[in-house]
Protein backbone atom coordinates (compact mmCIF):
# COMPACT_ATOMS: atom_id res chain seq x y z
CA UNK A 1 0.00 0.00 0.00
CA UNK A 2 0.80 3.14 -0.46
CA UNK A 3 2.30 5.62 2.34
CA UNK A 4 4.28 8.44 3.95
CA UNK A 5 6.74 8.26 6.28
CA UNK A 6 7.81 11.78 8.27
CA UNK A 7 10.58 10.72 10.52
CA UNK A 8 10.90 13.36 13.06
CA UNK A 9 7.72 13.69 15.29
CA UNK A 10 9.02 16.58 17.64
CA UNK A 11 11.53 19.02 16.63
CA UNK A 12 12.77 21.85 19.16
CA UNK A 13 14.89 24.28 17.56
CA UNK A 14 16.24 27.65 19.10
CA UNK A 15 15.33 31.02 16.64
CA UNK A 16 17.18 31.33 13.22
CA UNK A 17 18.60 27.55 13.46
CA UNK A 18 18.03 25.94 10.10
CA UNK A 19 15.59 23.57 9.59
CA UNK A 20 14.75 20.42 7.28
CA UNK A 21 12.15 17.64 7.78
CA UNK A 22 11.98 14.53 6.34
CA UNK A 23 9.22 13.10 3.89
CA UNK A 24 9.67 9.86 2.05
CA UNK A 25 6.82 8.06 -0.03
CA UNK A 26 6.31 4.67 -1.34
CA UNK A 27 5.04 4.13 -5.03
CA UNK A 28 7.45 4.11 -8.18
CA UNK A 29 4.82 6.65 -11.05
CA UNK A 30 4.04 9.73 -11.19
CA UNK A 31 3.72 11.91 -7.71
CA UNK A 32 2.04 15.09 -6.66
CA UNK A 33 3.34 16.63 -3.34
CA UNK A 34 2.60 18.78 -0.93
CA UNK A 35 3.46 20.03 2.26
CA UNK A 36 0.63 21.49 4.65
CA UNK A 37 1.05 23.45 8.03
CA UNK A 38 -1.45 23.93 10.91
CA UNK A 39 -0.78 26.67 12.84
CA UNK A 40 -2.39 26.48 16.47
CA UNK A 41 -5.90 26.91 16.53
CA UNK A 42 -5.68 27.62 12.96
CA UNK A 43 -6.61 24.97 9.66
CA UNK A 44 -4.91 23.09 7.44
CA UNK A 45 -2.90 25.32 4.70
CA UNK A 46 -0.46 24.35 1.39
CA UNK A 47 2.76 25.79 2.35
CA UNK A 48 4.34 24.10 -0.53
CA UNK A 49 3.38 21.87 -4.24
CA UNK A 50 5.34 20.10 -6.79
CA UNK A 51 3.67 18.63 -9.48
CA UNK A 52 6.32 18.74 -12.48
CA UNK A 53 9.26 20.48 -13.68
CA UNK A 54 12.20 22.26 -11.17
CA UNK A 55 12.23 19.58 -8.40
CA UNK A 56 13.41 22.54 -5.89
CA UNK A 57 10.13 24.53 -5.01
CA UNK A 58 9.40 27.42 -3.04
CA UNK A 59 6.73 28.09 -0.47
CA UNK A 60 5.60 30.58 1.53
CA UNK A 61 7.33 32.03 4.32
CA UNK A 62 10.53 30.96 2.95
CA UNK A 63 10.14 27.49 2.52
CA UNK A 64 10.86 25.39 0.49
CA UNK A 65 11.28 21.59 -0.67
CA UNK A 66 13.43 19.12 -2.98
CA UNK A 67 11.79 16.53 -4.55
CA UNK A 68 14.48 13.28 -5.18
CA UNK A 69 12.79 10.90 -6.74
CA UNK A 70 15.53 8.52 -6.98
CA UNK A 71 15.12 8.58 -3.10
CA UNK A 72 11.37 8.95 -3.30
CA UNK A 73 12.05 11.86 -0.86
CA UNK A 74 10.12 15.27 -0.53
CA UNK A 75 12.15 17.21 2.54
CA UNK A 76 11.04 20.61 3.89
CA UNK A 77 13.85 23.40 4.33
CA UNK A 78 14.14 26.47 5.78
CA UNK A 79 17.34 28.39 6.71
CA UNK A 80 16.61 30.25 9.66
CA UNK A 81 13.00 29.37 11.41
CA UNK A 82 10.81 31.89 13.51
CA UNK A 83 9.23 31.59 16.65
CA UNK A 84 5.50 31.99 14.32
CA UNK A 85 7.08 28.62 12.49
CA UNK A 86 5.70 26.71 15.60
CA UNK A 87 2.64 24.72 14.13
CA UNK A 88 2.55 20.92 13.07
CA UNK A 89 3.53 20.22 9.44
CA UNK A 90 2.35 17.55 7.34
CA UNK A 91 3.65 15.94 4.02
CA UNK A 92 1.24 14.77 1.65
CA UNK A 93 1.15 12.77 -1.87
CA UNK A 94 -1.33 12.28 -4.50
CA UNK A 95 -0.09 9.06 -5.84
CA UNK A 96 -1.02 7.79 -9.15
CA UNK A 97 -5.11 8.29 -8.16
CA UNK A 98 -6.92 9.58 -10.32
CA UNK A 99 -9.02 11.21 -7.55
CA UNK A 100 -6.82 13.32 -6.19
CA UNK A 101 -6.90 11.81 -2.70
CA UNK A 102 -3.90 12.95 -0.86
CA UNK A 103 -2.49 10.19 1.71
CA UNK A 104 -0.63 11.92 4.85
CA UNK A 105 2.21 11.21 6.59
CA UNK A 106 2.18 11.62 10.65
CA UNK A 107 2.63 15.23 11.08
CA UNK A 108 5.46 16.69 12.12
CA UNK A 109 5.35 19.31 15.39
CA UNK A 110 7.95 22.29 15.16
CA UNK A 111 8.44 24.06 18.39
CA UNK A 112 10.41 27.19 17.90
CA UNK A 113 11.58 28.99 21.11
CA UNK A 114 12.61 32.34 21.14
CA UNK B 1 -15.00 34.61 -0.58
CA UNK B 2 -15.61 32.35 2.00
CA UNK B 3 -12.78 28.97 2.92
CA UNK B 4 -14.52 25.99 3.40
CA UNK B 5 -16.71 25.66 6.13
CA UNK B 6 -17.97 22.77 8.50
CA UNK B 7 -20.68 22.47 11.24
CA UNK B 8 -20.53 21.46 14.33
CA UNK B 9 -17.13 22.47 15.38
CA UNK B 10 -17.25 20.28 18.17
CA UNK B 11 -19.54 17.14 18.97
CA UNK B 12 -19.72 15.27 22.07
CA UNK B 13 -21.76 11.99 21.95
CA UNK B 14 -22.95 8.76 23.56
CA UNK B 15 -21.92 5.48 21.91
CA UNK B 16 -24.15 3.83 20.13
CA UNK B 17 -25.98 7.35 18.69
CA UNK B 18 -25.56 8.66 14.99
CA UNK B 19 -24.11 11.75 14.11
CA UNK B 20 -24.42 14.33 10.59
CA UNK B 21 -21.32 16.20 10.15
CA UNK B 22 -21.63 19.40 7.49
CA UNK B 23 -19.49 20.47 5.04
CA UNK B 24 -19.91 23.68 2.90
CA UNK B 25 -17.09 23.81 0.14
CA UNK B 26 -16.01 26.92 -1.24
CA UNK B 27 -18.17 27.84 -4.08
CA UNK B 28 -17.41 26.56 -7.65
CA UNK B 29 -14.88 23.83 -6.00
CA UNK B 30 -16.26 20.82 -7.82
CA UNK B 31 -14.07 18.58 -6.12
CA UNK B 32 -14.91 17.47 -2.33
CA UNK B 33 -13.06 15.38 0.19
CA UNK B 34 -13.60 13.96 3.68
CA UNK B 35 -10.62 12.99 5.63
CA UNK B 36 -10.32 11.62 9.34
CA UNK B 37 -6.91 12.88 11.66
CA UNK B 38 -7.14 10.58 14.98
CA UNK B 39 -4.82 11.81 17.34
CA UNK B 40 -1.39 12.20 17.02
CA UNK B 41 -1.35 10.76 13.13
CA UNK B 42 -1.83 12.59 9.86
CA UNK B 43 -5.07 12.68 7.83
CA UNK B 44 -6.88 9.52 6.38
CA UNK B 45 -9.05 9.79 3.26
CA UNK B 46 -12.37 8.97 3.80
CA UNK B 47 -14.29 10.04 0.30
CA UNK B 48 -14.20 11.57 -2.62
CA UNK B 49 -17.25 13.69 -4.56
CA UNK B 50 -16.61 15.16 -8.09
CA UNK B 51 -19.74 16.41 -9.39
CA UNK B 52 -22.21 13.87 -10.27
CA UNK B 53 -19.68 11.53 -10.87
CA UNK B 54 -19.92 8.08 -8.36
CA UNK B 55 -17.88 9.32 -5.51
CA UNK B 56 -14.65 7.45 -4.23
CA UNK B 57 -15.85 5.47 -1.03
CA UNK B 58 -12.50 3.43 -0.88
CA UNK B 59 -11.74 4.96 2.19
CA UNK B 60 -14.67 4.56 4.59
CA UNK B 61 -14.07 2.62 7.88
CA UNK B 62 -17.01 0.18 8.05
CA UNK B 63 -20.75 0.42 6.80
CA UNK B 64 -21.34 2.82 9.86
CA UNK B 65 -19.53 5.64 7.97
CA UNK B 66 -21.52 7.23 4.71
CA UNK B 67 -21.65 10.30 2.97
CA UNK B 68 -23.69 12.37 0.74
CA UNK B 69 -23.78 15.27 -1.61
CA UNK B 70 -25.57 17.04 -3.57
CA UNK B 71 -24.36 18.16 -6.89
CA UNK B 72 -21.32 20.56 -6.28
CA UNK B 73 -22.82 22.29 -2.87
CA UNK B 74 -23.02 20.83 0.90
CA UNK B 75 -21.98 17.25 2.06
CA UNK B 76 -22.73 15.22 4.99
CA UNK B 77 -20.98 12.69 6.84
CA UNK B 78 -22.91 10.05 9.07
CA UNK B 79 -21.87 7.93 11.44
CA UNK B 80 -24.20 5.73 12.78
CA UNK B 81 -24.06 3.92 15.81
CA UNK B 82 -20.53 5.59 16.94
CA UNK B 83 -17.87 3.81 18.84
CA UNK B 84 -14.93 5.40 20.51
CA UNK B 85 -12.89 4.92 18.30
CA UNK B 86 -14.70 7.35 16.15
CA UNK B 87 -13.31 10.00 18.03
CA UNK B 88 -11.32 11.93 15.61
CA UNK B 89 -10.92 15.35 13.94
CA UNK B 90 -13.17 14.87 10.77
CA UNK B 91 -11.66 16.86 8.17
CA UNK B 92 -13.38 18.35 4.66
CA UNK B 93 -11.50 19.56 1.62
CA UNK B 94 -12.69 21.18 -1.52
CA UNK B 95 -10.92 22.02 -4.60
CA UNK B 96 -11.86 23.47 -8.35
CA UNK B 97 -10.11 20.48 -9.89
CA UNK B 98 -8.79 16.80 -8.40
CA UNK B 99 -5.26 18.16 -9.83
CA UNK B 100 -5.14 21.05 -7.68
CA UNK B 101 -4.59 22.08 -4.19
CA UNK B 102 -6.97 21.20 -1.44
CA UNK B 103 -8.64 23.68 0.74
CA UNK B 104 -9.28 22.43 4.06
CA UNK B 105 -12.40 23.45 6.64
CA UNK B 106 -11.18 23.99 10.38
CA UNK B 107 -12.80 20.40 11.07
CA UNK B 108 -15.33 18.82 13.32
CA UNK B 109 -14.13 17.38 16.13
CA UNK B 110 -15.93 14.37 17.58
CA UNK B 111 -15.88 12.67 20.97
CA UNK B 112 -17.75 9.41 21.51
CA UNK B 113 -18.03 8.92 25.35
Known amino acids: AQSVSQHNHHVILSEAASLELGCNYSYGGTVNLFWYVQYPGQHLQLLLKYFSGDPLVKGIKGFEAEFIKSKFSFNLRKPSVQWSDTAEYFC????????????FGQGTTLQVKP | GAGVSQSPSNKVTEKGKDVELRCDPISGHTALYWYRQRLGQGLEFLIY????????KSGLPSDRFSAERTGESVSTLTIQRTQQEDSAVYLC???????????FGPGTRLTVL
Open chain 2, 93 to 103: ASTPTYKAEQF
Open chain 1, 92 to 103: AVNAGSNTGKLI
Open chain 2, 49 to 56: FQGNSAPD
